[in-house]
Every structure is written in C-alpha cells, then in structure tokens.
C-alpha cells in the first residue's frame, strides 16, 4: 500500500466515522432537558382532550377503517413524496400501543422526535410544531390518550424510498432542521395573541401544509404559512398569512368560523385535508379558534401563489 492509498483509508474511516456519529443526533444533540423534567402537577385529561384535539392526533393515528375515531389503532396510510407511512398504534395498549410508556418518554417522543430505544422519529409525525408543547401540557394529551381504548394489533412497515429509508438519516435531518427555540409568550401581545400563537404554530402546526418547503422536506422559514405545493392532492394549499394572495380580505371572525364549520367568506366549503383539520378545531372552543383567527391576522403579509378559482 503506498502512501496515498493509506491516507485515502484513514481518510474513508475518518468520513464514515464521522457521518455515524453525526447521525447519532439524539445521543449528542437532543435538547435534552426534558430527560430532567419533572412533573409540576397531575396530568389534566380534560385540558389534554383539547390539545388533542388542536394537535389532530386522529387525523393520522385513528385505526385504519375504523368507524370510531378515538380507536388510535393507526396504519391509515400517509402518503408523501418520501413513500407511504403508517402511523403507529397509540392507543393504551400495553403490547402494540404506548401503554407501557413513561411520561418522559412520551414526551421525549412528541417534543424531541426521539424514540423509547433512542431512534429518530421521521418529521412525519410532525413533532417539528409540538415540539413548542410545554412539557405539562404534553403530560396531559398523554393523560388523556390512557382514557381512551386499548386497540390490539400493529401497523405494516413504512415503505419508503431509499434513501430516505434510513432512519439514521433522520438525525443528520433533526440536526440541520429542527428548530430548538422555544414560544415564549410576549409581554407586548394580547393573551388571545399568545394562546393563537402557541395553538397555529405549535400543536395546531399549521404550517406543517400551508408552507412551501425545501429540496429535503424542510419548511422554508421565511415563507412560512404562505402557501405551498399540495402534497397529498392537486393544486396548491393555500396561503393564510394577510397578503391579497392570502387571508387579506378575511375578517378575525371569518377565520374563527371556517375553523368551526369549514365555510369560507363565499360559502365554499373547505375540502381535502382541511376538511379534517376543521373536524378536529370545530371541538377547540370559540375563545381558542378566535386567538388563532388574531394571530393569524397580526402576521407579516408574505406574497404566495394566487388560487384558481
Ligand atoms: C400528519 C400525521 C400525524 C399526526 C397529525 C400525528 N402523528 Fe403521531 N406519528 C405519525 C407518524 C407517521 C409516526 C411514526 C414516525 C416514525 O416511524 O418515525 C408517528 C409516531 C407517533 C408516536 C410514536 C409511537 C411509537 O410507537 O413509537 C407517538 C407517541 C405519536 N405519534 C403521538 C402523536 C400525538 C399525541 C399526536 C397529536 C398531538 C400525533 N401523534 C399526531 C404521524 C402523525
Ligand atoms: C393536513 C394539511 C393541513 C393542515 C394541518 C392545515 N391546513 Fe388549512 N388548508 C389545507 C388545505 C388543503 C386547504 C385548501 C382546502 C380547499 O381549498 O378546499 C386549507 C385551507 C385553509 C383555509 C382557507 C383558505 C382559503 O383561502 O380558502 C384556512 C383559513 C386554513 N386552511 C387555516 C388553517 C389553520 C388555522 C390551520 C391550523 C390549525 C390549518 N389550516 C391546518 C390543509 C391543511
């Protein structure tokens, strides 16, 4: 072996080492405070049936054709440009769902994106927005799943494309793309402002379909909630921040009560994915549909594309 051909080895193991570790996201990166978090009361139910609610949980986790959507039973496929995902069982299961779960790992889970075994979770589960949870509120949707029916039974695989079908290529995503702030709230704002910001971008996740998003699946921060591509139909989802292209012409009430019945300003009724976002925020109250209506108001204005009528 000459020299080069040593150096180019060393090198290659160098590479390869480094791209493990790197991968390793939880194990080096996790925003790991939550490991220490201790609970500062008892899980609430009643509050937790809200944030599950806002969170639409059932939109992907209810059990594949099942006519009770609090059977969380999952395997409904989400289909995506990655490949199809089969959401988990969630339900209080002991063996096939998260009925052996500590609260730490659940919200290590929900907030971190990190499995009980330390895997990454792909952002399918878009842990991305309910990572702003604060950690008793993540307690209380926990308390109010265990509530809910155990349902027996896993869900098939993910069939994903490669390479997307290494999981540890996830760290390396969480790494460059998750986002570790966290929603404080202003002083300079309402009440109502901060409960709509905490509810749109947080467990609502919003954006997680109304923004365009990068080459790798990440949403483009300054184009957030102003439109993009519809990845599970046709045609675009629309932009929702107050640019004419978007929700300019909406009053705060018209936004508070699409969110209620799924009728726009014209007497449309939304369809598609929305249509079951509305199913989940037409449980939320009217006080927290408003708070989002004004938040959404207050935005910057960010051009999107106009909607064929
Ligand atoms: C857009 C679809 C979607 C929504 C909405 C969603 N999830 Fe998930 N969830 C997934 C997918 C997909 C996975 C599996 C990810 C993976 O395998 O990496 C998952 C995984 C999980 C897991 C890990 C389960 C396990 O066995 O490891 C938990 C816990 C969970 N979700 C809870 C929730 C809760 C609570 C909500 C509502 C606040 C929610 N999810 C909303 C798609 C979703
Ligand atoms: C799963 C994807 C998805 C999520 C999550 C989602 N939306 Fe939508 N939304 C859509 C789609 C798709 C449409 C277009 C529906 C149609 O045209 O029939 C839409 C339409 C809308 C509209 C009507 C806009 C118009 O110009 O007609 C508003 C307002 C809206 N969404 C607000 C929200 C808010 C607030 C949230 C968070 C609580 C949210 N959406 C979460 C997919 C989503």
């Not at 986790?61 to 999952?74: E, K, N, Q, V």
């Not at 209080?92 to 929900?110: H, L, M, S, V």
């Not at 519809?230 to 629309?238: D, Y």
Request: hydrophobic share 35%; with cysteine.
């Amino acid at each position: 072996m000459n020299l080069a051909t040593r150096l180019l080895l060393v090198f290659s193991v160098f590479v390869i080492a480094a791209g493990y570790w790197l991968t390793d996201f939880d194990a080096h990166f996790a925003f790991r405070g939550d490991g220490r978090w201790k609970p500062t009361r008892a899980g609430d139910p009643a509050n937790g049936k809200v944030l599950f609610a806002a969170g639409g949980c059932v939109s992907c986790h209810a059990s594949s054709g099942a006519d009770d959507r609090l059977h969380l039973g999952g395997g409904k496929p989400l289909k995506t440009p990655f490949g199809t995902f089969y959401p988990p069982n969630i339900s209080p299961d002991p063996k096939d769902g998260i009925g052996r779960w500590t609260e730490t790992q659940f919200i290590r889970a929900i907030r971190d994106g990190t499995a009980p075994d330390g895997r990454p979770y792909y952002p399918s589960f878009p842990y991305t927005s309910y990572r702003h949870l604060s950690p008793d509120d993540a307690i209380d949707i926990f308390t109010y799943i265990r509530t809910l029916p155990p349902v027996s039974g896993k869900p098939p695989n993910h069939d994903l494309t490669f390479p997307f079908s290494i999981r540890r290529g996830v760290g390396l995503w969480k790494l460059a793309f998750l986002d570790g702030s966290v929603i404080e709230p202003e002083s300079n704002h309402s009440e109502s402002w901060n409960r709509g910001r905490y509810l749109v971008d947080g467990v609502g996740h919003c954006a997680e379909c109304h923004s365009p998003r990068n080459f790798m699946g990440a949403i483009i921060d300054e184009k957030r909630l102003s439109g993009g591509p519809n990845l599970e139909g046709k045609g675009i989802v629309p932009n929702i921040t107050p640019d004419k292209t978007g929700l300019a012409a909406w009053s705060e009430a018209d936004i508070a009560n699409l969110l209620k019945d799924g009728f726009t300003p014209d007497f449309d009724s939304v369809g598609g994915s929305m249509a079951e976002v509305v199913r989940n925020t037409a449980e939320l109250s009217d006080v927290d549909r408003m708070a989002m209506a004004i938040y959404l108001k207050s935005l910057p204005p960010i051009q999107g594309q106009m909607r064929s009528k």
